[in-house]
């Protein structure tokens, strides 16, 4: 069985110390080992980075920003070859990986207008033959603690904003797929990259901890659950750094009587049972406002997920592949013990499902609830699977409060023909990312993606333009460069143009 192991300043390095398996999710079987950094695999990587730093620092902006454009082609040339790998040890279907691998290039295509996006502001006679300009310089060594649902796109998130900002990183990505996040990083060495620039260090909590209390490492970027989105924020600034963490989700789509419907239940199907349902912006909950509207909707999706293709991710043409692990698997199923425990009604049960030809597999087929309460942990808890749960509500106030009031703020949509109803729902709804009949309201790379509430811990939103200020400092410089024959006179008053 072949052994993942690590990246550091350009080679890959064995350190023959702690492994874990990495499945294929479709058969349940262990495909390959991934090495896990203990802190002094970790500390190799920091010094790479931070002798990497000084010359990298001083490189012209438009020169890194040509190891992107070589970067991107690169990418897009091995792109079936990443979204197998992707779909082999995720098990996301071909084409979501595919997907998930565009969206990661949009990110590189933003960093390669690093010279634009680094100019600074300048003005001219702030005072008198005073000159000021504000200039964006890297903070140094910085490091990115990634998630499994995401293993190219996430990433890439991170890693070229921060490197064409003129900063070295660490990577530490998801033991459970790291194959994938590998192979990219090694493209972009290929694509001309200094060595120690980026560097790739798999492992798990050992490791995580080794970044947090590391001095050399100014910042750091995480996506993942929730607690350990909070763990990270709160160590990480105990030990002074810059933290943006990213956590979990329960994203809702309020579907008012006036929607078309036709087109809302399509898009619910791909949103909540897309990639499986592991997706920090998949629809959990679909809140119909009025009974005959959730009369309606049940009735147009049961034959749907019912119909759902569903197999190994590595099949063309399918809905659906499995779940990441067989822990996952039996959270999802025990989520769905626990619905029916409390009262709600099980319309679709995916519990039985068997792949044929996949039977160790982890799958757990469309579920659908309906008549889901506030109180049920069905309704409270991130379930992360195929389980899309519907809640009755009276009116869109209704809707929203009960949107207001939960504790995540990822994502949410509204389905509507009402443009009154829809500006009224993006002025006062608490939720970061706000989709009008936009069922997965994922920001474009030129604008930032971030949750409110418990699903993002910190100020600063991932990539676009929060990106590029999460990866910089702001030095402020003012000049004065009086004419040789001026003389001025000391001045205690306070400097002003009063
Ligand atoms: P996770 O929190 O288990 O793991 C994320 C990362 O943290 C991994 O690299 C993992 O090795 C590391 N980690 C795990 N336990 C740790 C610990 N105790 N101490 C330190 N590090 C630890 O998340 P996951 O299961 O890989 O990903 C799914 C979660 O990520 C979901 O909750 C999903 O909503 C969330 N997510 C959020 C976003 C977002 O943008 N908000 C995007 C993708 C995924």
């Given at each position: 069985m072949s052994t993942i192991a690590h990246l550091i300043n350009g080679e890959i390095v064995f350190r023959s110390g702690r492994t874990t398996a990495v499945y294929n999710p479709a058969l349940g079987a262990a495909i390959r080992q991934v090495e896990l950094a203990d802190a002094s695999t970790v500390q190799q990587a920091i010094e790479a980075a931070q002798a990497a730093f000084p010359a990298w620092r001083n490189t012209p902006p438009a020169k890194r920003a040509q190891v992107m454009f070589r970067f991107k082609q690169l990418l897009e040339a091995n792109k079936d070859k990443i979204a197998a790998l992707i779909s082999e040890e995720h098990g996301k279907t071909l084409e979501d990986a595919l997907g998930e691998l565009q969206r990661g290039i949009e990110n590189v295509e933003y960093a390669c207008g690093a010279p634009e996006l680094l100019k600074g502001e300048y003005n001219r006679?702030?005072?008198?033959a005073i000159d000021s300009w504000s200039d964006f310089q890297p903070l140094g060594v910085v490091a990115g603690i990634t998630p499994f649902n995401f293993p190219a796109m996430v990433p890439l998130w991170m890693y070229p904003l921060a490197i064409v900002c003129g900063n070295c990183f660490i990577l530490k990505p998801s033991?459970?797929?790291?194959s994938s996040t590998l192979l990219i990083a090694e493209l972009l060495h290929e694509a001309g990259l200094p060595k120690g620039v980026l560097n790739v260090v798999n492992g798990d909590k050992a490791a995580v901890d080794a970044l947090i209390e590391?001095?050399?490492?100014?910042a750091i970027s995480f996506v993942g659950s929730t607690p350990i989105a909070e763990y990270i924020y709160r160590e990480a600034n105990k030990h002074g750094k810059r933290v943006q963490a990213l956590g979990g989700a329960k994203n809702h789509a309020v579907v008012l009587p006036d929607a078309d419907l036709d087109n809302a239940v399509n898009a619910l199907m791909g949103a909540a049972y897309g990639s499986c349902g592991e997706r920090?912006?998949?629809?959990?909950?679909v809140v119909a406002v009025g009974d005959q509207v959730a009369d309606a909707l049940i009735e147009r999706l049961v034959p749907k997920i019912q119909a759902l293709k569903i197999?190994?991710?590595?099949?063309?043409?399918?809905d659906m592949g499995p779940l990441v692990s067989a822990a996952a698997r039996d959270k999802v199923k025990g989520y769905i013990d626990a619905g029916v425990a409390q009262g709600?009604?099980?319309?679709?049960?995916?519990?039985q499902l068997v792949v044929p030809g996949c039977e160790d597999g982890y799958f757990v087929g469309g579920t659908l609830f309906d008549q889901?309460?506030?109180?049920?942990s069905i309704y409270q808890e991130?379930?992360?699977?195929?389980v899309l749960c519907v809640v009755r509500a009276a009116s869109l106030e209704q809707a929203m409060q009960l949107i207001n009031d939960h504790e995540y703020g990822n994502g949410t949509c509204l389905f509507t023909r009402d443009g009154e109803a829809a500006r009224l729902f993006c002025d006062e709804i608490e939720v970061g990312m706000v989709g009008v009949n936009v069922p997965?309201?994922?920001?474009?790379?030129?604008h930032s993606f971030g949750g409110w509430k418990r699903s993002l811990f910190g100020d600063l939103h991932a990539y676009g333009p929060d990106g590029v200020r999460f990866y910089t400092k702001r030095k402020t410089i003012t000049q004065r460069w009086p004419q040789r024959a001026s003389h001025e006179a000391a001045q205690f008053a306070f400097p002003s143009n009063g």
């Amino acid at each position: 069985m072949s052994t993942i192991a690590h990246l550091i300043n350009g080679e890959i390095v064995f350190r023959s110390g702690r492994t874990t398996a990495v499945y294929n999710p479709a058969l349940g079987a262990a495909i390959r080992q991934v090495e896990l950094a203990d802190a002094s695999t970790v500390q190799q990587a920091i010094e790479a980075a931070q002798a990497a730093f000084p010359a990298w620092r001083n490189t012209p902006p438009a020169k890194r920003a040509q190891v992107m454009f070589r970067f991107k082609q690169l990418l897009e040339a091995n792109k079936d070859k990443i979204a197998a790998l992707i779909s082999e040890e995720h098990g996301k279907t071909l084409e979501d990986a595919l997907g998930e691998l565009q969206r990661g290039i949009e990110n590189v295509e933003y960093a390669c207008g690093a010279p634009e996006l680094l100019k600074g502001e300048y003005n001219r006679n702030v005072g008198p033959a005073i000159d000021s300009w504000s200039d964006f310089q890297p903070l140094g060594v910085v490091a990115g603690i990634t998630p499994f649902n995401f293993p190219a796109m996430v990433p890439l998130w991170m890693y070229p904003l921060a490197i064409v900002c003129g900063n070295c990183f660490i990577l530490k990505p998801s033991e459970r797929d790291p194959s994938s996040t590998l192979l990219i990083a090694e493209l972009l060495h290929e694509a001309g990259l200094p060595k120690g620039v980026l560097n790739v260090v798999n492992g798990d909590k050992a490791a995580v901890d080794a970044l947090i209390e590391a001095p050399e490492v100014k910042a750091i970027s995480f996506v993942g659950s929730t607690p350990i989105a909070e763990y990270i924020y709160r160590e990480a600034n105990k030990h002074g750094k810059r933290v943006q963490a990213l956590g979990g989700a329960k994203n809702h789509a309020v579907v008012l009587p006036d929607a078309d419907l036709d087109n809302a239940v399509n898009a619910l199907m791909g949103a909540a049972y897309g990639s499986c349902g592991e997706r920090c912006m998949a629809i959990s909950v679909v809140v119909a406002v009025g009974d005959q509207v959730a009369d309606a909707l049940i009735e147009r999706l049961v034959p749907k997920i019912q119909a759902l293709k569903i197999g190994a991710g590595t099949a063309c043409g399918l809905d659906m592949g499995p779940l990441v692990s067989a822990a996952a698997r039996d959270k999802v199923k025990g989520y769905i013990d626990a619905g029916v425990a409390q009262g709600a009604k099980l319309v679709v049960d995916g519990r039985q499902l068997v792949v044929p030809g996949c039977e160790d597999g982890y799958f757990v087929g469309g579920t659908l609830f309906d008549q889901v309460t506030p109180q049920m942990s069905i309704y409270q808890e991130e379930i992360f699977g195929p389980v899309l749960c519907v809640v009755r509500a009276a009116s869109l106030e209704q809707a929203m409060q009960l949107i207001n009031d939960h504790e995540y703020g990822n994502g949410t949509c509204l389905f509507t023909r009402d443009g009154e109803a829809a500006r009224l729902f993006c002025d006062e709804i608490e939720v970061g990312m706000v989709g009008v009949n936009v069922p997965l309201p994922v920001p474009v790379s030129y604008h930032s993606f971030g949750g409110w509430k418990r699903s993002l811990f910190g100020d600063l939103h991932a990539y676009g333009p929060d990106g590029v200020r999460f990866y910089t400092k702001r030095k402020t410089i003012t000049q004065r460069w009086p004419q040789r024959a001026s003389h001025e006179a000391a001045q205690f008053a306070f400097p002003s143009n009063g």
